[in-house]
C-alpha cells in the first residue's frame, strides 16, 4: 500500500515535465484538494483526542482545577442539564426549576456546596470510585483505560472534557 | 417480667427486619413498577400493543413450511398443545447440542428441522412474532428455570455479566436493578430487572422488544459495543435473567416503559 502511493507520487511529479500544461494544473489542483483533505483531517483528530490532564487525589478531594483550566458556572449549568453531556437530572435533584422528572438515585445537590469543599466536589465528578468503588455514579473524567467495551464513538475518550469538569465544578459551588 | 418482655420486642424487631429483608429480596416483576394506566393497558388485551405481535405469531405458526407442514400441524392451530409449564422452563440444556436452548432458539431450531426452511436470523422480527405468540400460551405460568443442572455453569458466567462494568457509563446491570430498583431515573422508575414480561412492547421505542434486544438497548445506552446476534453473552445472560425472576408469573406481551 505505501509502495504503490510512493510510486504514484513519483510519476505525478516526474510527469507534469513532460506533458502539456493544462493536465500539471489538473494535476496541481488535485494535490491541492488532497492537501487540504489532509489538513481538514488532522484538525479535526485533534479537535476530538483531547489530552488527558492527570491529578491527583489528596484525602479523598483534588484541590489543582484539571489542566490549570478556569470554570465558567454559566456554562457548566447548561452541562448539568444536557442529557448527553452531565445529565446530572438523571440521578440527583438539582435548583433547576424549568427542568421536570429530577432523578433520586443519588444525593440531592441542593446545597451541595455547604457541605463539601471544591476539591471534593471535583473528585466526585470526576471519580467517584474512588471513594465509593461500587457506586453506579460515572466517573466523568475517570481514565478511557479503566472502560470495558466502549463503542468505537467514545474509545479512548473521557465522558466530558477537562473544561467541562471544570464548568460543572464551579457550577457546582454555586448551590449554597 | 420485664425481661420477658424485652426479650419480646427485641424478638418483634428481629422478625419484622427479616420479613422487610425477604420482601425487599424477593422477585417482584416490573409491573408493580409501572403506573396504574399502563398496567391497566397491559391487563386489556384489546389495548396492549403487543397482541398484535401475537396475531402476528400465530400467523406464521399456521404458515405451511417447504415441506407444506405448520407449527400447528404438531402443537394444534392455537398452539394449545403446548404444553405452558414446559415454555415457563425455558432457557433450558439441550442435550444434543450440548449447549443451552432459549424459547427463540427452540422454535427457530423447529422452523429448520421439522417445517424445512431456512432458519431465521437470531432475534429478526417474525422469529420473535413466533416467541411473543408462543410465551404468551404461558401466560401466568410460574419462571421455573432449573439451574441445579448443566445449567449451572451458563448461569454463572450470566451473573458474571450482570455483574460486569460495561461502557463509557461504566456501569452493571447490578447497579440500577439491584441496588437502585424503586428509585427514579429522571421521570422512569427503575425495576428490579425481570424478564417475566419478554417480549414485550416498550412504550419509549413503541415497538416489540425481544430480552436480547433490551439487553443491547442497554449496551448502547452505557455507550458500550453490545455482543453480536446470538452471542454466548446474551445466552449466558438470558439463563440468569430468566433463573433469577423464578417464581414470577410470565406476562408475555408485558408492557413497560
Known amino acids: ?54 491529578w491527583q487525589m489528596e484525602n479523598f478531594a483534588i484541590n489543582a482545577p484539571l489542566g490549570g483550566l478556569k470554570g465558567n458556572a454559566q456554562r457548566g449549568r447548561q452541562v448539568a442539564i444536557d442529557a448527553h453531556k452531565g445529565s446530572c437530572l438523571t440521578c440527583h435533584e438539582m435548583p433547576i426549576p424549568e427542568e421536570p422528572f429530577h432523578g433520586n438515585i443519588g444525593p440531592s445537590l441542593i446545597g451541595v456546596a455547604t457541605r463539601l469543599t471544591e476539591g471534593q466536589l471535583r473528585l466526585r465528578v470526576v471519580d467517584e470510585k474512588q471513594i465509593n468503588p461500587e457506586t453506579i455514579m460515572p466517573g466523568y473524567y475517570r481514565h478511557p483505560r479503566h472502560f470495558t467495551l466502549v463503542s468505537d464513538d467514545y474509545e479512548g475518550k473521557t465522558f466530558l472534557t477537562a473544561q467541562e469538569v471544570e464548568d460543572v465544578v464551579t457550577y457546582l459551588l454555586t448551590l449554597k | 417480667m420485664l425481661k420477658t418482655f424485652v426479650k419480646l420486642v427485641y424478638l418483634i424487631l428481629a422478625s419484622s427486619w427479616m420479613l422487610s429483608v425477604a420482601y425487599a429480596q424477593s422477585p417482584r416483576s416490573g409491573y408493580e413498577f409501572l403506573t396504574e394506566s399502563t398496567r391497566e393497558m397491559q391487563d386489556d388485551e384489546f389495548a396492549n400493543p403487543g397482541m398484535v405481535e401475537v396475531e402476528k405469531g400465530r400467523k406464521l405458526f399456521n404458515t405451511p413450511g417447504d415441506n407444506d407442514k405448520t407449527c400447528a400441524t404438531c402443537h394444534g392451530e392455537n398452539g394449545e398443545k403446548l404444553n ?6 425455558y ?6 447440542f450440548g449447549v443451552p436452548f432459549t ?44 439451574i441445579s443442572g448443566p445449567l449451572k455453569p451458563y448461569y454463572e458466567a450470566g451473573k458474571e455479566l450482570y455483574n460486569t462494568r460495561f461502557g463509557q457509563l461504566d456501569m452493571a446491570c447490578k447497579h440500577c436493578h439491584d441496588y437502585n430498583a424503586g428509585k427514579k431515573l429522571r ?5 428490579q430487572g425481570h ?49 433469577r425472576g423464578n417464581g414470577l408469573k410470565i406476562e408475555t406481551p408485558a408492557v413497560r416503559y
Open chain 2, 91 to 96: 432457557p433450558v440444556y439441550n442435550e444434543e
Open chain 2, 103 to 146: 424459547l427463540q432458539k427452540q422454535i427457530n431450531l423447529c422452523w429448520e428441522d421439522q417445517l424445512d426452511n431456512v432458519p431465521f436470523i437470531d432475534d429478526c422480527v417474525e422469529v420473535v412474532a413466533l416467541e411473543t405468540f408462543v410465551r404468551h400460551k404461558a401466560k401466568g405460568e410460574t419462571v421455573n428455570v432449573d
Open chain 2, 187 to 191: 421521570g422512569q422508575v427503575l425495576s
Open chain 2, 195 to 243: 424478564s417475566n414480561g419478554f417480549p414485550e412492547y416498550r412504550l419509549g421505542t413503541g415497538r416489540i422488544t425481544s430480552l436480547q434486544r433490551r439487553l443491547r438497548e442497554c449496551f448502547v445506552s452505557f455507550r458500550a459495543t453490545p455482543f453480536d446476534f446470538g452471542a454466548e453473552e446474551w445466552i449466558n445472560l438470558e439463563v440468569y435473567l430468566h433463573a
Open chain 1, 1 to 54: 500500500m505505501a509502495i504503490n502511493s510512493l510510486i504514484f507520487l513519483r510519476n505525478l511529479s516526474l510527469k507534469p515535465l513532460a506533458m502539456h500544461s493544462s493536465h500539471s494544473l489538473k494535476i496541481l489542483s488535485m494535490l491541492t484538494f488532497l492537501a487540504t483533505v489532509f489538513a481538514v483531517s488532522l484538525v479535526t483528530t485533534s479537535v476530538h483526542a483531547e489530552q488527558y490532564y492527570s
Open chain 2, 84 to 89: 405452558p409449564k414446559k415454555i415457563a422452563q
